[in-house]
């Protein structure tokens, strides 16, 4: 906590951070809820004076290890959104899936967060893992969407190098139906489809912020910061981290790979990708595309409205 202390203090300055200029907080990344709020308060203190006063402030936290008190601690610090790692309410799936929490411990957190005040709640849940059926997904939704919520993210089950699923990929099943499943049976429950894997009555302001490709500072272990034209990656060891938080990898973008990345984020979301961005082939091949259904054109920016076809689009369009 100190070396992050020490991060975020050279990081503000580079990024040029003035009195309110902070618009999200994020904590996430490994498990937040198993640090006591006393050991985040001197970040909260160093932060404070460039937050803006209607910030979303979130962190994430797993429900085994979300106590009434840790939440209340939180809280009383700033935070206003919790994202819980739910994944199931499957009590064999959230085994088989290596998680240390029962159904039951995720439903009392989540209703735990929405008595002590905390304005914002999401979940996450998994599909496609082996074994998912229509019926169970059902049950996981149709709970979730029972408890006081206001977003949901639905991912697919990914099989991650060097994780202990890597020595299993077999548990990965592959249905493409199970995705336009999951996503009718969240949205017809009046959760907007904003983005591949995002639902929700309340669009995270955070989200959106890194599908714009706008600034951020990424502090700690493993985090991942951007600027202008330019990422930024501090040591992902924590023991290096430790012994040097200002120990970052610089990689420079081009400006092609800012416009792809613009496209294909644009195109996984509502945002969209901007007419003026595009060259003069890649706006003829988008509106073949809008004369065939497959893009609208709002404003100026062209819009999907079949997510999952997200990357298709983009590749064509980029070609």
């Not at 408890?147 to 077999?170: C, N, V, W």
């Not at 195109?267 to 003069?280: F, P, Q, Y």
Request: proline fraction near 4%.
């Amino acid at each position: 906590m100190e070396a992050l202390h020490r991060q975020l203090q050279y990081e503000l300055e580079r990024f040029g951070a003035t009195e309110g200029s902070i618009d999200t907080l994020f904590i996430g990344g490994g498990t937040p809820s198993t640090i006591v709020p006393d050991l985040y308060r001197p970040i909260f203190e160093l932060l404070r004076p460039y937050i803006k006063k209607d910030a979303e402030i979130t962190t994430e936290a797993n429900p085994n290890s979300a106590t009434n008190l840790w939440i209340e601690g939180m809280r009383d610090l700033g935070i206003n959104r919790i994202s819980f790692g739910v994944q199931s309410f499957d009590t064999k799936k959230l085994k088989a899936l290596n998680r240390a929490h029962t159904p039951k411990n995720a439903i009392e957190s989540i209703e735990c967060a929405k008595s002590l005040g905390i304005e914002h709640i999401s979940l996450d849940i998994i599909y496609n893992y082996r074994g998912d059926t229509k019926e169970l997904l059902k049950h996981d939704i149709d709970t979730a969407l029972s408890l006081p919520i206001d977003h949901i993210s639905a991912y697919e089950l990914t099989i991650e190098p060097h994780t202990a699923f890597a020595k299993t990929p077999e548990v990965r099943q592959s249905d493409d139906e199970l995705a336009f499943f999951v996503a009718d049976a969240i949205t017809s429950r009046g959760f907007d489809h904003y983005e591949i894997s995002n639902f929700g009555r309340y669009h995270s302001r955070h989200n959106q912020g890194y599908w714009r490709l706008e600034d951020y500072i990424g502090a700690g272990a493993g985090a991942v910061g951007f600027l202008r034209d330019r990422r930024y990656y501090p040591q992902s060891d924590i023991d290096r981290y430790i012994n040097s938080p200002l120990d970052i990898s610089t990689e420079i973008l081009t400006p092609q790979e800012i416009l792809t990345e613009n496209i294909f984020l644009g195109l996984r979301s509502d945002i969209g990708v901007e007419k003026a961005m595009l060259s003069d082939d890649m706006r003829k091949r988008a509106d073949f595309l809008v004369s065939k259904g497959k893009l609208s054109l709002d404003r100026d920016r062209y819009k999907n409205s079949d997510l999952f076809l997200a990357d298709e689009v983009a590749l064509y369009i980029i070609d």
